[in-house]
């Protein structure tokens, strides 16, 4: 054979590699950025440490990727072998490899919610925390009542349970130093911490925002005036100390029975707050709003009727006690 003929062949063979390898690459790349198996919507946890193999494995074996190793070839072509970071991601349907590649190096991992709601007790607070999806730990103790901010707080997979307590008492006492600074004045609350008391009652009387401040003004206005809260909830928190429902009605007696909560036997606040309350019962009881309401009872709509004598107060409670005898809840 001689050298040209040789040459020629070589020449040949070369220009079918290069045609080959484009259709290789071509076909290869187009796999990689075509939309993937994904039936819908599912969310992959990446272990810390994982390496690039482990997290082409992982996505396959969760039916995000068809193919492992064009996932591995794709990842190093683009130059994100060591950008792919760990955590928890949510892949939408159909994602691509380039895609989901795409996911894992923009470090948007999946933030998971926690709502602590208002009135409730720092045992419920705990409660919620501990059976939190994707938290880690366990909590040091339970915090002390109205110590909280009930609000949604955002948390990734991997947070620390005590990390997101801390979040809470860090909430309160923002939210509470910001409203102190902005109190009506003439109250007869002398310290912040009176506000968290009257506002955890007030958070458990009415569950109405119009009604907070109306509610608030009501026991501003009794403190004003020497007479008991008289408060419902007060002497519950006095039987199960927040640390459960207490499951049944109060009876007469609950509201004779001694205790250092029950504001049907004590005078003004109780010593602590009976729930913890949210930003709006707080803002409530700091600016109340000014009225002669010195009594409330249930109306039957899931509000309250307010008076300012108690004469109007009795009639308000005899409608009450008919709506009850009725079948009304």
């Known amino acids: 054979m001689s050298w040209k003929r040789f040459g020629g062949l070589v020449a040949i063979t070369v220009v079918i590699l290069i045609i080959a390898s484009s259709v290789v690459w ?14 819908e919507q599912s969310i992959v946890f990446i272990p810390a440490g994982s390496g690039l193999a482990g997290i082409a494995q992982l996505l396959e074996d969760e039916n995000v990727i068809e193919d492992e190793r064009l996932f591995q070839i794709g990842v190093r072509v683009l130059g994100q072998a060591r950008s792919l970071k760990a955590g928890e991601y949510a892949f939408p349907a159909a994602v691509s490899m380039r895609g989901a590649a795409e996911i894992l190096a923009s470090g948007e991992v999946v933030v998971r919610r926690l709502t602590i709601v208002e009135g409730i007790t720092s045992h419920e607070a705990v409660a919620l925390i501990e059976a939190a999806g994707g938290l880690e730990g366990s909590l040091e103790d339970v ?14 997979r991997g947070d ?29 609350i002398k310290t912040p911490e009176e506000a968290v008391i009257l506002a955890s009652i007030v958070e458990k009387e009415t569950g109405i925002a119009d009604e907070r401040a109306l509610v608030a003004g009501v026991f501003v206005n009794r403190l004003n005036k020497g007479m008991r809260l008289q408060s419902d909830p007060t002497v519950t928190y006095g039987i199960t ?13 609950d509201l004779r029975q001694p205790s250092a909560y029950n504001t049907y036997v004590i005078n003004g606040l109780p010593p602590a707050p009976i729930a913890n309350a949210g930003r709006a019962a707080l803002a409530a009881v700091l600016n109340p709003e000014a009225t002669g309401y010195l009594y409330f009872v249930a109306d039957g709509t899931g509000g309250h009727a307010f008076a300012k004598t108690l004469k109007q107060h009795n009639r308000n409670v005899a409608k009450w006690r008919r709506f009850k005898r009725s079948g009304g809840q």
């Not at 071509?26 to 039936?39: K, M, N, Q, S, V």
């Open 160 to 188: 620390s349970r005590q990390s997101v307590l801390e979040r809470m008492k860090a909430s309160r006492d923002k939210v509470l130093s910001e409203l102190w600074e902005s109190r009506a004045e003439g109250l007869p």
């Open 143 to 156: 915090p002390p009542e109205g110590s909280l901010l009930p609000e949604t707080y955002h948390y990734r």
């Open 26 to 39: 071509f076909e290869g790349r187009d796999r990689f950025e075509r939309p993937g198996p994904l039936p």
């Open 241 to 253: 100390l927040g640390v459960r429902p207490l499951g049944r009605e109060l009876s007469r007696r």
